[in-house]
């Protein structure tokens, strides 16, 4: 079965190699970084910071609320529950699948490869019937010899085909030519190499038991034969976390002498920290948020959360809404019809807060109670969709003079 596995695994790949082998090389192994670890899309996720950060910006992406709206002549928008490509997009792009589990794989992707790929399957009416993610290792964009845009894709078996670019919805990060977007796991290849190595340290040592390594002292010779059988057994007795702080028995006079310096003593912990800092930056997320409490406060965690929102979520989500929109749309429907992430919900704050903008909101007669109810998952009221506004605002002559209205003297 591994057998078999490895097959299907090289038949899967066959089409990367075609055309250029050394670029593809590069993507399946990585890059070997001075650290001298290979930092690819797949072992990078093995780092605990680089897994955090993308969990943290996937999921936060897929539990946005994902809706259709239609601009309203007079202004404004409404929701279109009614519009074919409202359950798609809400509900399920597919019969396998969630919205939520599509497009927390399409924020993962983007966060790893730096390029999302969905296949866009329509029916006979030109509308969209099915989405389904891609994984971008198995999607390459090209140009034909006329500069006509495609993609070439694999399936399971190897077999590659060509769609147009209307068959897919490709959402791609920062990159060389606004075409193809750049990934993040390369361009940090050696911060993330160095926290892999630094694990790998961190791993290796506890595996010796957690003490310092060192040499035993024998007044006497012994022979090649001797030595080995001797360090075998220290191994397989002291040896692993299991066996850490056993009581050692040393005979004929034997002693044992440390050599390895303490682990915080060679900066490990201080490297690793850096690492994880580092990382929080690239990907541009709080380091609360991947549970990085050393310079976080009850103080500052609110606004840090608002920033997370503002600086790092919404350049992303404009990145997915402007491609689906142009993607998922009859061209017909474009100006009318539009897809937008609901993220008011996150932006809510605190309690006293929210209620604090809730009443200059319906004092100042630019929301109703119904909207503001309606924020909050509550039911409306008779009568609450009235705009309301204070008229007693005057100016103190007025009032000095005993009309505050502004009426006849």
Known sequence: MRINRLLQGF????????????????????????????????????????????????ESVAQLPLK??????????????????????????????????????????????????????????????????????????????KGVLVYEVADEKGQKAVYLKEQILHVAGLGYDGLIGYS????????IGTGLAAAQFQGKFFANGAMP???????????????????DSWERIHKGVDNAHKVAVLEEG??????????????LLESMKLSRSE????????????NDLEKATFSNIDQLSLEFVMYTLSPWLARLEQAMNWRLFLPSER??????FVVDGLLRGDTKS????????????????????????????EGGDEHFMQSAFTTVGRIVNGDPQGGGR
Not at 184 to 191: D, H
Not at 213 to 231: D, F, I, N, P, S
Not at 254 to 267: E, F, H, L, R
Not at 335 to 340: A, K, N, Q, S
């Open 184 to 191: 993040p796991i390369r361009m940090a290849a050696e911060s």
């Open 354 to 381: 929210r209620n604090e903008a809730h009443r200059t909101a319906i004092m100042g007669g630019w929301k109703s109670i119904n909207e503001v109810r309606a924020e909050e998952n509550m039911a409306p009221i």
């Open 279 to 290: 990382i929080a930056g690239i990907y541009r997320v709080p380091a609360h948020l991947i």
């Open 68 to 145: 259709v709206y239609e601009r309203l002549p007079s202004g404004g928008k409404r929701e279109a529950c009614d519009h074919p490509l409202y359950p798609l997009v809400h509900d399920r792009p597919n019969d396998e699948m969630t919205s939520f589990n599509w497009r927390e794989a399409s924020m993962g992707h983007l966060c790893t490869w730096g390029n999302s790929y969905s296949f866009v399957d329509y029916g006979g009416d030109g509308r969209v019937r099915a989405i389904k993610p891609l994984l971008p290792s198995r999607v390459r964009p090209k140009r034909t010899d």
């Open 11 to 58: 038949r899967n790949l066959r089409f990367l190699f075609s055309e250029d082998p050394q670029k593809w090389y590069l993507a399946l192994n990585g890059n070997t970084v001075s650290s001298g670890v290979n930092v690819n899309e797949d072992s990078a996720l093995r780092l605990a910071a680089v897994y955090s950060c993308v969990r943290v910006l996937a």
């Open 213 to 231: 390594a060192g040499v035993l002292e024998h007044k006497g010779t012994l022979g090649k034969e001797a030595q080995a059988r001797l360090k």
């Open 254 to 267: 034997m002693t044992y002498k440390s050599i390895t310096i303490n682990p915080v003593d060679a900066q």
């Open 335 to 340: 100006p009318r019809y539009f897809v937008e």
